[in-house]
């Protein structure tokens, strides 16, 4: 069993910045895919960002050079490193976690919001 905790939102104005962080518990972390997600409202929940567990990161096209996601296996936590943030990005943003055995976790959500 994993358990995600997301931290880090709140609101901003646009063109400012926000580090929303994730601490997953269990010892396997490092073995996990990490992603988040984000989910406006009346609207699907999207992919934002992934991280495998060797690294390698992919990015919605609407956040590429914006966002960045990294993470840090001593401390069980993955980041997003939000910039340049625009009224758009306002939504409630997930971290999901994929084991090595395919099992999905996901967090409660934080929320964003960015005024005009």
């Known amino acids: 069993q994993v358990q995600l905790v997301e931290s880090g939102g709140g609101l901003v104005q646009a063109g400012g910045s926000l580090r929303l962080s994730c601490v997953a518990s269990g010892s396997m972390f490092s073995s996990n895919v990490m992603a988040w997600y984000r989910q406006a409202p009346g609207e699907q929940r999207d992919l934002v960002a992934g991280i495998t567990s060797g690294g390698s990161t992919n990015y919605a096209d609407s956040v590429k050079g914006r966002f960045a996601i990294s993470r840090d296996n001593a401390k069980n936590t993955v980041y997003l490193q939000m910039n340049s943030l625009k009224p758009e990005d306002t939504a409630v943003y997930y971290c999901?976690?994929?084991?090595?055995?395919?099992?999905?976790?996901w967090g409660q959500g934080t929320q964003v919001t960015v005024s005009s």
């Open positions: 999901r976690a994929i084991t090595a055995r395919g099992t999905n976790y």
